[in-house]
């Protein structure tokens, strides 16, 4: 059992960052793909990043792509999502999850988050 708690959300202006972190409990944090996923008023979850276990294998979504970072620290039970150069486009709220194996697809994630809203005001 893994639970997700993210934090880092809030109100920016396009162009500025915000760096999210999403906290798991549970000793086996390293054995799983973490991923990011966000979902805005009216429209369906959508991929955001996700990174393997140990850091080797990274997808993101090519509307994020350059933009955000992802990145993990096994020691500390923590993925943290950096995200630079935000547009109005990218609020939303966002989602940290666990999996088995990395992948972009949200119904192969075991574990989520509450949610973070993250609000870019143009």
């Known amino acids: 059992q893994v639970q997700l708690v993210e934090s880092g959300g809030g109100l920016v202006q396009a162009g500025g960052s915000l760096r999210l972190s999403c906290a798991a409990s549970?000793?086996?944090?390293?054995?799983?793909?973490m991923g990011w996923f966000r979902q805005a008023p009216g429209k369906e979850r959508e991929f955001v990043v996700a990174?393997?276990?140990?850091?080797?294998?990274?997808y993101y979504a090519d509307s994020v792509k350059g933009r955000f970072t992802i990145s993990r620290d096994n020691a500390k039970n923590t993925v943290y999502l950096q995200m630079n150069s935000l547009k109005p486009e990218d609020t939303a709220v966002y989602y940290c999850?666990?999996?088995?194996?990395?992948?972009?697809?949200?119904?192969?994630?075991?574990?989520w988050g509450q949610g973070t809203q993250v609000t870019v005001s143009s």
């Open positions: 990174i393997s276990w140990n850091g080797g294998i990274i």
């Open positions: 549970g000793r086996t944090f390293s054995s799983y793909t």
């Open positions: 999850a666990a999996a088995g194996k990395i992948t972009t697809r949200a119904r192969m994630y075991d574990y």
